[in-house]
T-cell receptor, first 114, second 110 residues
Framework: DAGVIQSPRHEVTEMGQEVTLRCKPI?????LFWYRQTMMRGLELLIY????????DSGMPEDRFSAKMPNASFSTLKIQPSEPRDSAVYFC????????????FGPGTRLLVL | SQQGEEDPQALSIQEGENATMNCSYK?????LQWYRQNSGRGLVHLIL?????REKHSGRLRVTLDTSKKSSSLLITASRAADTASYFC??????????FGSGTQLTVLP
């Protein structure tokens, strides 16, 4: 099994630009999670999908952030426009079903907004 | 807000020694999980303990759960340099998310 795949692994962009992060969950997993990790705030859940439907997006910071899951094997997290405070490591994780089960994390995307 | 809080924040030990990390949480839970994160990498699941379990083992790992004290501990026996990482507890309960603590940074010196 390839595990959770994220791209790009690193992204450097300028303030105001659009950023799109991509995730391919483990095949057969029904739940997908987007997290953000910073030194100051630790690991925060941004949004959680179950069967491609957003279940809890209360962690999405503001309207500049949006996430989609058009099918069971692909999700995107978009930031538009990006700001320096968005600099963080963004992780995608998947689980067989729901938040209670083991989550498998991708390697993360390290985002730097200048 | 973070549900679980690990203690200590940082721990440094010699190879071969045991490492103990603690996690305290505030509300009732269904299960508690421990994850490891190597520098620059994603989190890796170590062990899950359900609220009706008191102790669980996996290799050199031993996890205990005391729901009356709302606390858990992770013991790594006979530590190795490769165990150097950050360790996080994560709780799930009525909230529809897995909530992670701030982590313990473990350094195992060769």
């Amino acid at each position: 099994d390839a595990g959770v795949i994220q791209s790009p692994r690193h992204e450097v962009t300028e303030m105001g630009q659009e950023v799109t992060l991509r995730c391919k969950p483990i095949s057969g997993h029904n739940s997908l999670f987007w997290y953000r990790q910073t030194m100051m705030r630790g690991l925060e859940l941004l949004i959680y999908f179950n069967n491609n439907v957003p279940i809890d997006d209360s962690g999405m910071p503001e309207d500049r952030f949006s996430a989609k899951m058009p099918n069971a094997s692909f999700s995107t997290l978009k930031i538009q426009p990006s700001e320096p405070r968005d600099s963080a490591v963004y992780f995608c994780a998947s689980s067989r079903s729901g938040v209670q089960e083991t989550q498998y994390f991708g390697p993360g995307t390290r985002l730097l907004v200048l | 807000s973070q549900q679980g809080e690990e203690d200590p924040q940082a721990l440094s030990i010699q190879e071969g020694e045991n490492a103990t990390m603690n996690c305290s949480y505030k509300t009732s839970i269904n299960n508690l999980q421990w994850y490891r994160q190597n520098s620059g990498r994603g989190l890796v699941h170590l062990i899950l303990i359900r609220s009706n379990e008191r102790e669980k083992h996996s290799g050199r790992l031993r996890v205990t759960l005391d729901t009356s004290k709302k606390s858990s501990s992770l013991l790594i026996t006979a530590s190795r340099a490769a165990d150097t990482a950050s360790y996080f507890c994560a709780t799930s309960g009525s909230a529809r998310q897995l909530t992670f603590g701030s982590g313990t940074q473990l350094t195992v010196l060769p």
